[in-house]
């Protein structure tokens, strides 16, 4: 019992560091801190088995802090622990840096994110309701390693009001995570007032129970009970729960008076907090000997996994793989779906690359993942209808190694939004492939459509990354079967996020199995010299009817397929020049797409006229994308008409 | 039983137009429609109070179809109850029109949508997990007017995946809305396979007793125990759901073999499948009379609700509203954060209007939005951390007649931008405010700051609206309070969606009570003829310091308060002419919102130059705004930087 009581005065000595770090950043959590510290104490000294020389041992367990905004208590074992922080080669975590918390030349950022020099953590978490997807991705990747590894993630009471949460409790119980231990803190206090009753912990054990999880309900503050339950967990053939009821702002009589959530204590009451502490350790702890400041239990396996290429693997042109996948036919059509295409080349990818893998929500058959599903299931994650826990499972799947596919449509895939901006912050190497995009679809209507979703990962594509070249996400929209499969490849070759939209009809070949596709880069598709149609995915097409309809007026309109967000801003602004500085855009979609990249990069320069055609109105449902693409007035001859009066219009 | 027996009859009747009319839309969802078919008319012939000829009675009771592809069934029973359609006065839907499902000039979209002409629905349904949150909406609205309306939503099992069901059921118990009944369609067929057992009628019907909800588990093609569970909800005390098991196609031999889903039949097995419904019915309902074409039930009440405004109610000015809050000190610092000018607005707002009410997710302390809530908390509604419920509340709410507030931080509400798109589609009255917008809240770090929100909502502002001028959505950003006080009352009184960032930390007052604050307007706040720069929100401080550094620089800048998009593109660009023809955008965002429409408007008139300074990395904790303004390049001497190096670049 001596190491347990020693948990007592580590929370105690933790505690005050907690509480200190956020006075003197002038905001953050400590009373959510110390309502975690036995637990936080309990899996990283005594039960995680990892080394803090290299938080990113591959056998070595994770803890992924849900509840982000209690990070301060985790930072401070880390320190205590000697854990390496920063980049490559990275440096010891020093107990003087705690006083940095939240400042802009520290690492300690205000919620957990590996990105800013914290390898101990997976994501980026503050966003709540996130992190149990998260640590499903990684007993995913764990499982397919065969590492051993487990995964511990806390959840707090307020948060698991997030749906995501119940998301990620199902999708652990139909893959049978069992390597995954769930743990809600149930202090019962939230941001503005207590938390509902519908998040008490003897709710939430009742409603784990129903979703077919085994819970044990703990004191939070009881060693001897957290000590027991992660006992239970380790044995426990099933999907493992804790509900540990604990006490914000433990240890603290200031804080556990009115509502400091989020507030730091004055100064000049640190020292009363100290002492506070002090007491409630001694009160418990009475002769007990303090913990020590090491990690009892390293990891067991090997530091890194190597997921070696298959020998002699190489990529096959589109025509090959078209004939290997019995598609013969589109060869001869001279047609095919850029979201098939799309498919196919992800199960090509899979055969070449053991580290690709895909989570689909329920709609396989649309995207065209179940190609890649059929040839490796093993790799291929069904999620349902969930695409908030998809999003994040895919992150985990990330940290762990891997290059994750995550499909679904293109509209569905906006209910993961936030989910996708915390992988972004994440720096998440993940591939996003939204199908059914623009208004092609038809005959479904607008709740199915992607129209939103190239104003929003272009967003990303305005920022630059770490390295300060590549843009934060890159967008790419194929215009035809072969810039699908080689955007697939581009995808897959491109650190960090990248979207890509797919279109549900078929549609003419437009390249060849020699068209290379540069991220950055685009295509001249017809010359012209009086206005360039600048245009993306299905819009091509129509921009290529168009232009044969100007050239009946005499007007000579080049084509450009703009397929990929970022663009070579340089490069686009030459192209137009030559049409004689007028370009049109066109966009099967809302602006705030291709259109204001195009005008952006023209209004730089200077000199140049762009008029931008997209989606005029919310569209409704028609029989055939001719009519939908008319009834919001972007079909060619409406593109035709359209540059005819810009053309016209005095400068 | 002779009625009860009639319903088999009905729903083989009804079944045959859905089948018929999928397979003359050649797409569609007739094997879902009929696995609802027998629910669906006991509700529409002989549990719910409404008229036909009067589908928006505000006295009616609603059914929220939440899985909207199985809307054929629903269109069949309004033709042939003989309900209006389409826009004021409307006209009666014939039976022939079933026939133009899914055409782009019927009313009949491929999912329902109030806004194409049908006023039986309340909101555009099809993305998945929302309606039941509609229904809560519908519910919180139908208690505060006192009509007695009981609203019925209708879920699907693989739907119920979506956790925000879950969040929708919690918010249910918190505010015991016991005339919302919850219909859970058990069919176990989703699009690409069968449901999970975590969504089997059982586990559904185990969870929805944790989450505590009274059940009643049934056949769902049995009138009689349909017809008893809809009589124990009419009298249940405690929420009510009904867990009904379904068949995927009843009534159709063909369907019920292999995967059906969204697929119509053939038109040469039409004629297999209206036997088959016979046969079904025939067995089941021998010698019953056929149920008649009319609606047992009308609705009992006013027709139409009324909300007087109070006698003699009138705006107050700013300086008063400030004054009545006791933030007289504000007017002495004439210093204020604009999200506590909003607060103070909003109640000023609900003093005076009854249909303005507002929702928070647990951080109306942070939001303001508590300021209304201790005036107006009957009409205050609590969401808890739960944003997509939260958002699909409002839109139950706005349905019904209210104008909803709904309020997080900025990057909070990215989690509900699909429900937000849906409340787009539906043209929903509903106000989002989303604070801490932007990165000027600095500590907490990239996970609480708003950063592509404005790319976002832009998105639907480049659309127009049904009248063909207003845009989908309005985006404002208050600089100061004067302009946040004014802006929320324009929200008030703009028809349709708008979308207000405030920001967290306090900023000089930069107008005074005479401003007006037109949408689509902007302010010029210092005069200048060698650049524009052009900013909003809190960004307005930064330009007007960057301003003051360009002068001792001899370039005389102006600077534009952009405080809404859409704006004014002829006065903008004629107010860039003025500085030269250049300008320089200033946002605390990614791109793609101001500087994308202020480069649209330039690049659409030509002659004009634009440069773009906006957040040029992933923010990191900084411990003041000044800090992380400058670690993302847009503090006002990188600014004047940035307008420096563009004046001196040749053109």
Redesign the interface.
């Known amino acids: 019992m001596t190491a347990l009581a020693g948990v007592h005065l580590k929370a105690a000595e933790l505690g005050k560091h907690a509480v200190h770090m956020v006075t003197q ?4 959590h400590s009373s959510s801190a110390l309502s975690i510290a036995h637990l936080v104490i309990e899996l990283m000294y005594r039960r995680m088995r990892w080394d803090p020389s290299n938080p990113r041992h591959a056998a070595g367990d994770r803890l992924v802090l849900s509840e ?1 905004h209690a990070v301060p208590i985790v930072y401070a074992a880390m320190a205590d622990l000697k854990t390496i922080v920063g980049g490559e080669p990275g440096a010891l975590l020093a107990m003087a840096e705690l006083s940095k918390l ?3 030349d ?1 690492v ?4 957990p ?1 590996p ?2 020099g914290m390898p101990f953590f997976d994501a ?6 996130q992190g149990l997807s998260v640590a499903a991705g990684l007993g995913l990747a764990a499982r397919l390693d065969r590492t051993g590894r487990r995964v511990y993630c806390i959840v707090g009471d ?2 698991s ?7 990620a409790l ?1 999708f652990i ?2 893959h049978q995570l069992i390597n995954v231990c769930a743990i809600f803190n149930c202090n019962n206090e ?4 207590y ?5 008490s912990g003897e ?1 939430l054990a ?2 784990l ?4 999880w085994d819970v044990m309900s703990i004191d939070g503050h009881d060693p001897g009970a957290i000590s027991a339950a992660f006992d239970a967990f380790e044995k426990s053939k099933r999907p493992f729960a804790i509900v540990a009821k604990t006490v914000k702002g433990w240890g603290v009589d200031a804080l556990q008076k009115g ?1 400091w959530h989020g507030k730091p204590l004055p100064n000049e009451q640190l020292s009363a907090a100290y002492e506070s502490l002090d007491r409630f350790a001694k009160d418990l702890a009475s002769g007990a000997a303090p913990l020590p400041a090491v990690v009892k239990n390293a990891p067991q396996g090997a530091a890194r996994i190597d997921r070696p290429r298959p020998a002699g693997a190489a990529w096959p042109s589109m025509t090959d793989a078209l004939s290997a996948a019995g598609l013969e036919s589109a060869l001869k059509s001279r047609k095919l779906a850029s979201r098939r295409a799309y498919g196919m080349a992800l199960k090509v990818a899979g055969d070449l690359l053991p580290q690709v893998c895909a989570v ?1 929500g ?5 995207t065209f993942a ?1 190609i890649f599903a059929k040839a490796h299931p093993d790799r291929f994650f ?1 999620c ?3 695409e ?2 998809m999003v994040s499972v895919a992150v985990g799947l990330a940290a762990a190694g891997y290059i994750p596919f995550a499909n679904s449509f293109a ?2 895939l ?2 993961a ?2 989910q996708i ?2 992988a ?2 994440t720096r998440a190497n993940i591939k996003l492939v939204g199908s059914h995009s623009g208004i092609s679809l038809a ?6 459509m992607g ?2 979703d190239v ?2 990962f ?3 594509g ?5 390295d ?1 070249r590549s843009p ?1 996400c890159w967008s790419l929209q194929p215009a035809d079967a072969f810039a699908a499969f080689g955007l697939t490849r581009a995808m897959i070759e491109t650190p960090g996020m990248c979207y890509m939209r797919t279109h549900r009809p078929d549609v003419a070949f437009l390249y060849d199995d020699k068209t290379q596709f540069d991220l950055g880069g685009f295509h001249v598709l017809r010359g012209g010299d009086d206005v360039a149609l600048v245009a993306s995915g299905y819009m091509v097409h129509e921009a290529l009817a168009a232009a044969e309809e100007l050239a009946k007026q005499s007007i000579r309109a080049a084509v450009i397929d703009a397929y990929c967000l970022p663009i070579d801003e340089a490069a686009l602004v030459s192209a137009i020049v030559r049409c004689g500085g007028v370009a049109v855009t066109c966009e099967d ?5 291709l ?2 990249a ?3 990069a ?11 055609v ?5 569209p ?4 055939t994308p001719e ?2 693409l008319d ?1 919001c007035g972007v079909r060619a001859h409406q593109i035709a008409d359209r540059a005819l009066s810009f053309l016209r219009r005095p ?1």
Chains 1, 2 share one sequence.
């Open positions: 950043a002038g905001s953050g982000g939240r400042d802009r520290s300690l950022d205000g919620h994110n990105a800013e980026a978490t503050g966003s709540l309701g307020g948060e009001r997030e749906g995501q949460i119940w998301e199902d119980v139909d939230g941001q503005a007032g938390v509902s009753p519908q998040q709710t009742k409603k129970a129903a979703f077919g509502n689909d329920d709609v396989s058959n649309s179940e069904e349902k209808i969930a908030q826990n509209k569905f906006s209910r939004y936030d901006e915390m972004n912050i005959a479904d209507g607008p709740s199915q129209l939103v104003a929003f272009r967003a990303f305005t920022v630059r990354g770490d300060r934060l979609n809302y602006g705030g797409g259109s204001s195009v005008a952006e023209a209004a730089r320069a200077g000199g140049l006229r762009v008029e931008s997209h989606c005029s109105r919310i409704k449902s028609c029989r009519d939908v009834y400068s």
